[in-house]
T-cell receptor, first 113, second 111 residues
Framework: EDQVTQSPEALRLQEGESSSLNCSYT??????LFWYRQDPGKGPEFLFT???AGEEKEKERLKATLTKKESFLHITAPKPEDSATYLC??????????????FGPGTRLSVLP | DVKVTQSSRYLVKRTGEKVFLECVQD?????MFWYRQDPGLGLRLIYF???????EKGDIPEGYSVSREKKERFSLILESASTNQTSMYLC??????????FGDGTRLSIL
């Protein structure tokens, strides 16, 4: 069974204090790994797609990397507006396309001024 | 930019009512999804549609049905609302093998 775990569950950083969020996955095959940001009371906002080990994507203070078993979301010099829950999801091959998206539980990030 | 619009941000209904949640996407995506999100349980797939009039059950379809009469619109129906269906409901759409794009959600309270 495909599984996605994320760590830590919650993270508090001071403004400017860089850190990384982890997404570990167990899938029969990987079609894509996706990172989302979710603000309270809103839907997830798509950030990145990664398809193969070694791939990296960047957007402002965020950089996502991928290995064969995990992905990291690196946050460099975060600002309070980066506070949100970050979700990781994987898409694996299989008969039931809709059920082959598996979301992790998320990491709740708080950046203090 | 992809736009997924859910008809209501907040909705309050009574037990036993039939409830309709509407979702519209403007990018001609083949796939549309309905999830519910509850604290500690994450995102759980209710139903998925890969084409007009086509649907597949997700992980928690009991008590729900869906309708997709047009490509851009996907409706979630609670046949007889119960208090355990109080939740945040999220609609998403995607082209094949691409990431899903979500609406802002409907926070549904069943009293």
């Amino acid at each position: 069974e495909d599984q996605v775990t994320q760590s830590p569950e919650a993270l508090r950083l001071q403004e400017g204090e860089s850190s990384s969020l982890n997404c570990s996955y167990t899938v029969s095959g990987l079609r894509g790994l996706f990172w989302y940001r979710q603000d309270p009371g809103k839907g997830p906002e798509f950030l990145f797609t990664l398809y193969s080990a070694g791939e990296e994507k960047e957007k402002e203070r965020l950089k996502a990397t991928l290995t064969k078993k995990e992905s990291f979301l690196h946050i460099t010099a975060p600002k309070p507006e980066d506070s949100a829950t970050y979700l990781c999801a994987v898409h694996s091959p299989g008969e039931n396309y809709g059920q082959n998206f598996v979301f992790g539980p998320g990491t709740r990030l708080s950046v203090l001024p | 930019d992809v736009k997924v619009t859910q008809s209501s941000r907040y909705l309050v209904k009574r037990t036993g009512e039939k409830v309709f949640l509407e979702c519209v996407q403007d990018m001609d995506h083949e796939n549309m999804f309905w999830y519910r999100q509850d604290p500690g349980l994450g995102l759980r797939l209710i139903y998925f549609s890969y084409d007009v009039k086509m649907k597949e059950k997700g992980d928690i379809p009991e008590g729900y049905s869906v309708s997709r009469e047009k490509k851009e619109r996907f409706s979630l129906i609670l046949e007889s609302a119960s208090t355990n269906q109080t939740s945040m409901y999220l609609c998403a759409s995607s082209p094949y093998t691409q990431p899903q794009h979500f609406g802002d959600g409907t926070r549904l309270s069943i009293l």
